[in-house]
């Protein structure tokens, strides 16, 4: 059922984690506007659905019904004053770096009604950080998705110093409203609470690999096997993808000088040649057979 008062959610950026969540929100029933500035990464997103859509009715997870009200709630756009003009919520999915996100909460603020909701997917970025352009650092916070958005439940809401009870409490709401799980963070901190965790092993991973020690096979069963963890840790990092692994390791060494937070060689090497992940057919693993099926 959706929260009163959010009808229309507008979802800024179309790629991988944006084109789900925008989904998620048209299958709650919500009428969601896609924006991204790509109209190929839109293109992308509406194969997606096309694809999404049937595979699941024909799995038995979703009814005929459902699919095709969730396939109506949702459109594409490039244009984002039409995206985002009548919105009462605007979930922002772009780019890991700062200075894009200012930018873009600077034009979402211009272009937004009053009372519409800002929220920013960021998995690092603390919506401090972004409070100023805006004239409404209350309605501001985070709602950060995991991957993949349409599967995994957690969603974590974090509240800023300037962030409204109210506007933390309607944001938790539209997650239970998409079948999500809030975990609430009373104060920011960076990485919040699952990245943090995940860092660290990530970050270990990747030294014993660099360095040698084993194999990123090997370490990958070590840690499923071993630690009973459900993703491992180079498995994890292709899905994420191995761009945004780069980018939110280089931001994180930049803001801190702290040589632990230097990003990867392999990492590095891996983004060079376009081996992303998942999402490119290879990273450290193959997924081009994957790839392949789904048609692009």
Do not use: W
Not at 18 to 42: M, P, S
Not at 190 to 205: C, K, M, P, T
């Amino acid at each position: 059922m959706k929260v009163k008062g959010i009808d229309k959610v507008c979802v800024v950026g179309a790629g991988t984690m944006g084109h789900q969540i925008a989904l998620c929100a048209a299958l709650a029933g919500y009428q969601v506007k896609c924006n991204d500035i790509n109209e190929k990464i839109l293109e992308k997103a509406r194969l997606f659905m096309e694809k999404y859509l049937p595979d699941r009715v024909a799995k038995g997870k979703m009814t005929e019904d459902a699919a095709c009200a969730g396939k109506e709630n949702i459109s594409f756009t490039s244009n984002l004053e039409e995206a985002a003009s009548d919105a009462d919520l605007v979930i922002e999915v772009i780019p890991e770096v700062l200075a894009l996100k200012r930018k873009m909460f600077a034009r979402l603020d211009k272009i937004c009604p009053k009372q519409t909701l800002l929220v920013t997917n960021s998995s690092f970025i603390v919506t401090s950080r972004l409070a100023d352009v805006t004239g409404r650092p209350e309605k501001l916070c985070n709602m950060h998705f995991f991957v993949p958005p349409l599967a995994m439940l957690p969603v974590e809401v974090v509240k800023g110093p300037h962030t409204s009870t109210e506007t933390v409490n309607t944001i938790a709401d539209v997650c239970k409203s998409m079948g999500k799980i809030p975990i609430m963070l009373d104060k920011e901190i960076h990485g919040f609470l699952v990245n943090r965790i995940l860092s660290i092993v990530q970050r270990e991973a990747l030294f014993l690999y660099d360095t040698g020690v084993a194999s990123f096979k090997d370490i990958d069963i070590a840690v499923k096997e071993g630690l009973g963890h459900k993703i491992s840790p180079f498995y994890q990092m292709d899905l994420i993808g191995l761009d945004l692994v780069l980018l939110i390791s280089m931001e994180h060494y930049r803001e801190t000088g702290n040589p632990e937070y230097k990003p990867s060689p392999a990492v590095i090497d891996m983004v060079a040649k376009n081996r992303l992940g998942r999402k490119t057919g290879q990273g450290f693993y193959d997924y081009s057979d994957m790839l392949n099926e789904r048609g692009y």
